[in-house]
């Protein structure tokens, strides 16, 4: 392909299906597919798949061995013939019209999923590369051979002509699975998945058939993945981390906030439940079962453990470098409370009263006594009935002797009143 | 963590059912569409019960064909088109998906016209009844969720009822029922055959394969829950069958016993009032109401869903206009164009119905082989493609199934020209 060293650009459904030709015009065999190597951001094709006449067998030769790309064939090198090797498809690679047209894709730019219409090469000197994903209407009418016409159509009425619609193979992560562990072939050496916001991939999965889905989840890190779990809806949820192996589904349930693992494990059965808490560091363990041990639809159950709590007799200066070594989510972290010796709940104190007065004020001179408080056994309407009267962000739960277990925030209300509200 | 907290109880199995329950019958009974109604009462009326043994066997081939496309959907988690574009490419799917909008706009005609015509005997004109419908039918899906539509679709299947108590209303002599029925003969001069093969063919629709399977694939079923997908088909194909059987036996008991002549389902309803009484008739044609209802809330929704997916267009009455712009697009203009025709005076509509059954007859056995040789793919359906046994018995079925349709539309178009 020395003869203009010219870089073309050409679609995959053009090249499919043309015959291959020796040096001396001899017809070996056609082309079916184009193996391509993953990894970089615009991969190289590295083997044509060819099916001879009269075998079934599918043969690859590398793409180095094609001397010339004409309009009707492709013509090889000498000596070509004798190259030809059975089929196999590596870890790292992909068979264009085997696993990506006409196949489902995830755009992670666009962040939906795409039905593959074509391919778009780039012929650059020897090398043949990857480098669009075309998911147009346009792609359509070219492989239904109507492209010529319908423009002539439209140009005569309209004076237009329906625009190429392709995306950069970089934002493309593929669908397509490993044979054995059933894990996605990344596009990319680092996950492009996890950049999409958590709340838009739930919504991609839910658009995904269930293996697709599974691959997907698989192959998010475990932060992206804990995030995304808490995002889907609570069957998909059970679905997701009952499918995975129990060891990731332990390390995936550490990193989710105590309450949403919580939710999560009370749906699934007794004995899955169990290997995933036991899989789980100690800490995190004893705090998921705390909230185990609470019936279903009482405050118990939706509590969380995100909170800070200290003595009477603190000072506002050790209040706030606790303050400073939470991680807490925001709205867990505007109120402090205040307990005596035996960790019963005498007042709170907010973050602002901490942040005006001087380091050493001791914490019950500052604390309001009068505090909003639900009971463990409570139920969540009435819980909800109390954020609605006092217009609250967060409550503390108490046990029957008045000893903080838990706080329950505005958000984790919502979410058990709501479990199925969608946006 | 010693106790289990949702202890799992002897109901569970039952329960797993229930929610499961639903593709299955609801396909069924949208099969009872207005064409479905049309078809039987003319079998039954200009035939009597010659034709109704063939019902059994009807039956065995909707268990067989329904069968392989709710464990496409459970296995495989997709949809027909879906499978069919992925596995032969866009261009037999466009001309495919093509062919079964064509019909079932034909068949989305048949509901409204239903509609118009059901109303009519109540004295309600059809510039009221089929706008109202048609607002009704766009209402239900854009306003609806999944779960409440489903409700109000199961629900309509036990409407159903009405004809098999309009069947008991009827007095047919039931010795001679049972006798017809367990004697199977084909007559082959040309009308009965026709009219075998229209039953059959009304029956076994194109558009069926596509809404079961979808609406399996929505429904997330695990592999291991199979067997309670299997059980919603069986019962869906035998209720079918059944609703079909009063049918047939209604008209002939009355209209073909006193040699009453008909052309359509609302023929029927009025030939009925003289013969069975006037609540045997009113609930022959409330039962057409219900059937074309029904029919119309689905049709255009699943030919929307089974295009766009196909095509890869995003679809799903979730999301919004701008973002499913052929969906909806396709939606709305399924519904205008099928109310709109009704409407129009002077339409040629039995023409219209001819047409949309050469083009059935035509898509249905180019279906079944496209089913057969993906439920056989081991790349796509691992360990649950089709065993040998099943492979021969549903070939056979294929090939018969094809053989018919290859007749009524040799039939048809011998009758137009």
């Keep these: 392909m020395n003869e203009k060293e010219s870089k073309v650009f050409i679609f995959f459904s053009e090249l499919l299906r043309r015959k291959l030709s020796d040096s001396q015009g001899k017809i070996i065999g056609k082309l079916v597919d184009l193996k391509v190597g993953l990894g970089e951001l615009f991969p190289k094709v590295v083997c044509l798949c060819i099916k001879i006449k009269n075998n079934r067998q599918t043969f690859t030769l590398d793409w180095e061995r094609v001397d010339k790309i004409e309009e009707e064939k492709l013509v090889l090198k000498p000596e070509s013939a004798s190259l030809l090797l059975p089929l196999e498809v590596g870890e790292k690679e992909i068979l264009l019209r085997e696993e990506m047209l006409d196949k489902q894709v995830v755009d992670t730019y666009g962040v939906r999923i795409e039905r593959v219409n074509d391919l778009h090469l780039l012929i650059a000197g020897s090398e043949l590369r990857l480098v669009h994903v075309d998911f147009g209407i346009r792609g359509i009418l070219r492989r239904l051979g109507w492209v010529k016409s319908v423009d002539a159509l439209t140009e005569w009425f309209f004076s237009y002509k329906i625009p190429q619609k392709l995306l950069s193979w970089k934002y493309i992560q593929p669908l397509s699975r490993h044979a054995g562990n059933q894990a996605l072939k990344l596009n990319l050496t680092h996950r492009k998945l996890d950049e999409i916001h958590p709340s838009d991939l739930a919504d991609l999965l839910e658009d995904l058939d269930k293996h697709e889905r599974l691959a997907v989840f698989k192959s998010l890190g475990l932060e992206a993945a804990a995030e995304t779990l808490e995002e889907v809806e609570p069957k998909l949820q059970r679905d997701l981390i009952e499918t995975d192996t129990t060891e990731r589904a332990s390390d995936i349930l550490e990193e989710m906030a105590p309450d949403e693992a919580a939710d999560l494990l009370s749906e699934l059965p007794p004995e899955k439940t169990e290997a995933m808490i036991q899989g789980m560091e100690t800490t995190k363990r004893k705090e998921l079962e705390g909230l185990l041990a609470h019936p279903e639809g009482t405050a118990g159950s939706i509590m969380t453990l995100d909170y800070i709590a200290l003595k009477e007799n603190e000072t506002a200066e050790e209040a706030l470098r606790r303050f400073k070594r939470s991680d807490y989510h925001s709205e867990s972290s505007s109120y402090i409370y205040i307990t005596d010796d035996q960790g019963k709940l005498k007042g709170v104190v907010t973050l602002r009263s901490l942040l005006i007065c001087p380091s050493s004020t001791l914490l019950s001179t500052i604390m309001n006594r009068r505090v909003i408080k639900v009971k463990l056994e409570d139920k969540v309407e009435e819980v909800a009935e109390k954020f609605k009267k006092y217009n609250l962000l967060m409550v503390p739960v108490v046990d029957g002797e008045k000893k903080i277990k838990g706080v329950i925030t505005f958000h984790d209300v919502v979410d058990s009143i709501f479990p199925d509200f969608e946006g | ?417």
């Design chain 2, 1 to 417: 963590m010693k106790k289990p907290l949702f202890p799992r109880s002897r109901w569970r199995s039952w329960l797993i059912f229930l929610a499961l329950v639903g593709p299955g019958i609801i396909t069924s009974n949208v099969d009872n569409d207005a064409g479905g109604i049309t078809t039987y009462s003319l079998a039954g009326a200009n035939f009597g019960y010659s034709l109704i043994w063939s019902l059994i066997p009807i039956t065995f081939v909707l268990v067989l064909i329904q069968e392989m496309c709710a464990r496409m959907g459970v296995v495989t988690g997709k949809g027909l088109s879906d499978l069919i574009r992925e596995k032969f490419g866009v261009k037999v799917t466009f001309y495919l998906l093509f062919a079964v909008l064509l019909t079932n706009l034909g068949n989305i005609f048949g509901e409204f016209a239903g509609i118009a015509s059901s109303l009519e005997i109540f004295g309600i004109s059809r510039y009221v009844s089929v706008p109202l419908g048609a607002l009704f039918v766009w209402l239900l899906v854009v306003k609806g969720t999944y779960k409440s539509v489903e409700k109000v679709f199961l629900v309509a299947c036990l409407f159903y009822v009405t004809y098999i108590i309009s069947g008991f209303m009827a007095k047919p002599q039931w010795s001679v029922v049972l006798s017809e029925l367990s004697s199977p003969k084909i007559d082959f001069s040309i009308a009965p055959l026709g009219m075998l093969v229209g039953v059959i063919g009304t029956t076994i629709a194109p558009w069926m394969q596509f809404y079961l399977q979808a609406a399996v694939a929505e429904k997330n079923i695990k592999v291991r829950d199979y067997k309670y997908s299997k059980a919603d088909v069986i019962v869906g194909s035998f209720v079918v069958n059944i609703v079909a059987f009063f049918i047939i036996v209604v008209c002939a008991a009355t209209l073909y016993k006193n040699g009453i002549k008909i052309e359509t389902a609302k023929d029927a309803a009025l030939s009925l009032a003289p013969l069975a009484g006037k609540y045997c008739s009113a609930l022959f044609a409330f039962g057409l109401l219900n059937a074309s209802l029904f029919a119309a809330s689905i049709l255009p929704l699943s030919t929307a869903y089974t295009v766009c997916e196909g095509m890869g267009w995003e679809n799903g009455v979730n999301k919004k206009f701008s973002e499913a712009p052929q969906f909806y697009g396709l939606y709305t203009l399924l519904i205008v164009l099928g109310a709109g025709i009704i409407l129009l005076p002077k339409v040629p509509l039995i023409s219209v119905m001819y047409i949309s059954q050469i083009i059935n007859g035509i898509v249905l056995p180019a279906i079944l082989v496209f089913m057969l040789i993906i439920i056989n793919d081991k790349k796509i359906m691992k360990n649950y493609t089709n065993d040998k046994l099943l492979n021969i018995v549903s070939w056979m079925a294929c090939i018969i199934l094809s053989g018919l349709s290859i007749f009524l539309v040799y039939s048809t178009v011998r009758s137009i020209f």
